[in-house]
């Protein structure tokens, strides 16, 4: 049999015009200095990497969730999302009123065709007054009364005017991210819909007249508790964040044509969904986070079926005095 020359030099197995010395610590295939990926010890070869990490854990968070939320993938697909619906919510109006010129001094803008599709309605009895200024009240038609709860998601998307679309963009941006890499994509994603969700529904449930109500502030305001809980459970100093909350809300009360509900109910929402998130129990984590939060919609769904119920138990359109006795139909 024919032996092969002693002194032959070894090369690359992926280079063969490449003469190496170097082998791979996993599998000894010479390997050259492209192909060498530092190991613990010496140097592996491409395929062995590629071995080595699909038989690798991957790195959770103390949450739950993916490393790569440290990227802040969401956080801007949110922001894309609302610049986009405020782009197309500018086209439907045709005028520069939707920019600005509304209200807060004129920094906000105005209502648009996109927001009388997708806003919140509360759909609550108006009062009104006969010839003898005894009140009245009217039970509104459309809506949500009329099944429409889509309301309930698109307004968390919609935003009146420039201002209010660059505060709460801002909001996000600083929030998110640091959110978004401690929870995980899909955790975070959970916990800003189940917040903005929040708001609108405690919006339309306590809501004390009609409004036509929008924007991502119920999720802001549910970020902002969630940034607390999340920090405290990692024993984190929350200094910087509580001033700025406080500051909001004063805002809030103090600011007309704020929805006070809106703010209060995302925040709320946002604190139990966070609590959620940060408290389940490492062994079954997974499930008991994926348990809270349905648990949590179908109660805010629930809410939401029984107050439209309650609202149509008499006539669509038709007027009723406080005792809810018809006083001329539609």
Not at 33 to 54: I, K, W
Not at 232 to 239: E, L, Y
Request: with cysteine.
């Amino acid at each position: 049999m024919t032996q092969p020359p002693a002194n032959v030099v070894p090369v690359c197995y992926r280079h063969p015009d490449r003469e190496t010395y170097v082998r791979c610590t996993r599998c000894d295939r010479p390997i050259c200095p492209n192909c060498m990926n530092e190991a613990s010890v010496g140097f592996q070869c491409p395929e062995c990497v590629r071995e080595g990490a699909r038989t690798q854990r991957p790195v959770r968070t103390a949450f739950g969730g993916g490393q790569e939320g440290a990227l802040g993938v969401v956080t801007i697909t949110l922001i894309v999302i609302n610049v986009l619906v405020f782009i197309a919510s500018v086209i439907s109006s045709g005028t520069a009123d939707s920019l600005a010129g509304g209200g807060i001094g004129g920094l906000f803008g105005g209502s648009t065709p996109l927001h009388e599709w997708g806003g919140l309605t509360t759909y609550r009895n108006i009062p009104l007054e006969d010839a003898d200024h005894n009140p009245f009240y009217r039970i509104l038609d459309g809506g949500l009364v009329d099944g429409q709860y889509y309301r309930l998601f698109t307004s968390m998307f919609l935003h009146y005017g420039l201002f209010h679309l660059l505060m709460n963009m801002w909001a996000l941006w600083v929030l998110g991210r640091p959110l978004e890499a401690m929870l995980g994509r899909s955790r975070f994603l959970a916990l800003y819909l189940v917040a903005g969700l929040g708001g609108s529904v405690v919006t339309y449930l306590v809501g004390s007249e009609w409004a036509l109500t929008a924007g991502a502030s119920g999720a802001i305001f549910g970020l902002f508790a969630a940034l607390i809980i999340v920090l405290r459970k990692m024993r984190r100093s929350v200094a910087g964040i509580v001033p700025v909350l406080v500051l909001n809300l004063v805002i809030t009360f103090s600011v007309p044509g704020i929805s006070i509900t809106g703010h209060l109910g995302g925040l709320l929402f946002g604190a139990i969904a966070a609590a959620a998130l940060a408290y389940a129990p490492r062994s079954r984590r997974t499930l008991v986070q994926a348990a809270a939060l349905v648990a949590v919609v179908v109660v805010l769904a629930v809410g939401t079926v029984v107050h439209t119920a309650s609202l149509t138990e008499l006539p669509v359109g038709s007027i009723v005095n406080s005792d809810k006795q018809v006083v001329q139909e539609n």
